[in-house]
């Protein structure tokens, strides 16, 4: 099964940008889609943003114009840009690759509070 660590996670106030990494323990290349998840306090797990191997993205309408997910396939790593930060964005995020089986990372926490 593949393994992914993210990293990159912190605080930041609102307003403020972070950039995360997700680090895959081998090649992505051929994993059509790659994705990251979040999870605040008290709520279930939900979507953010996919990749595919072409380079298609797909956002929840909440990040829409402020995240930007992009892949390396090359370096086996796929990111999150993330700009315009809210207090709301307050989760740990994962990272996850639509493999078989499914694999998710440990998560990373991200607070954005002043």
């Known amino acids: 099964q593949m393994q992914l660590v993210e990293s990159g996670g912190g605080l930041v106030q609102p307003g403020g940008s972070l950039r995360l990494s997700c680090a895959a323990s081998?090649?992505?290349?051929?994993?059509?889609?790659m994705g990251w998840y979040r999870q605040a306090p008290g709520k279930q797990r939900e979507f953010v943003a996919t990749?595919?191997?072409?380079?298609?993205?797909n956002y929840v309408e909440s990040v829409k114009g402020r995240f930007t997910i992009s892949r390396d396939n090359a370096k086996n790593m796929v990111y999150l840009q993330m700009n315009s930060l809210k207090p709301e964005d307050t989760a740990v995020y994962y990272c996850?690759?639509?493999?078989?089986?499914?694999?998710w990372g440990q998560g990373t926490q991200v607070t954005v509070s002043s």
């Open positions: 996850s690759a639509f493999s078989a089986p499914r694999s």
């Open positions: 990749i595919t191997t072409g380079g298609t993205t």
């Open positions: 081998r090649s992505i290349s051929s994993i059509y889609i």
